[in-house]
């Protein structure tokens, strides 16, 4: 998935030491779109940056998306599920796929969720 990096510890603590304890932390699915499971790869880098989150002592908001939001030359936003003309315009995957994402990562969620 384009996801982030892997968090880095001694940074975080860098960040909390500055007074800051919540991040934004965004993670896209877009390796996922054709497929109903996330890779037990993916789920354990999530993991492991919720483990790293809470060694630093902060907690994050948390997104899931699939796509990275695009921005047509003219500076409005793409208009949802349309497909034609531009690689900035996609279609969102099922509904029934998304809840089985949201069900891939619930026992993740659950076990980090404060």
Partial sequence: ASSPEPLNL????????????????????????DTDTLSPKFLSELSQDFETML???????LRFAYYLPSVW???????????????CCQTEPEVSRILAHIAALSTTLQTYGH
Wanted: aromatic share 6%; proline share 4%.
């Fill in 55 to 61: 060694a630093a002592g902060m907690k994050c908001v």
């Fill in 10 to 33: 001694s940074v975080l603590q860098s960040v909390r030491a500055g007074g800051r304890t919540v991040l934004l932390r965004v993670y896209y699915l877009d390796d996922f779109l």
């Fill in 73 to 87: 030359p003219d500076n409005s936003c793409c208009p949802v599920g349309t497909t034609t003309g531009s690689t």
